[in-house]
């Protein structure tokens, strides 16, 4: 659903909060954590849901049709394997620098 320019977390489907079990040297604990991508609102803009769809999709033929590893193809795209993370989890755009022709070849 997308109202002025945002529309519902992909990653959390709208859902921003959910129960985690946190242990420490105290024991184990529930506490409620926020979505990492939408930081608990259940929205965000257009462009990131979009941007957080196509990194999941490159992550699926990565993993799934290539079986290469993050490091793999960073080392292919000329880019290092925390940009290509930060690319796969939504969090940021493809630089420039990377040939289009290679992306398009995967």
Not at 4 to 12: A, I
Not at 17 to 34: F, P, S, Y
Not at 56 to 79: F, S
Request: overall charge neutral; charged content about 20%; aromatic content about 4%.
């Amino acid at each position: 659903m997308a109202t002025n320019g945002t529309e519902t977390c992909p990653q959390c489907d709208g859902s921003p909060q959910h129960v985690a079990i946190i242990c420490g040297l105290q024991g184990c604990r529930e506490t409620i954590c926020a979505c990492d991508f939408c930081a608990g609102l259940g929205i965000v803009k257009v462009e990131a849901a979009d941007r957080y769809r196509w990194g999941q999709a490159l992550r699926q033929i990565r993993v799934h049709k290539h079986h290469l590893t993050q490091k793999g193809l960073a080392y292919i795209l000329g880019i290092s394997p925390q940009l290509l993370n930060n690319i796969e989890c939504g969090q940021a755009d493809m630089p420039d620098t990377v040939d289009l022709r290679l992306l398009k070849a995967l």
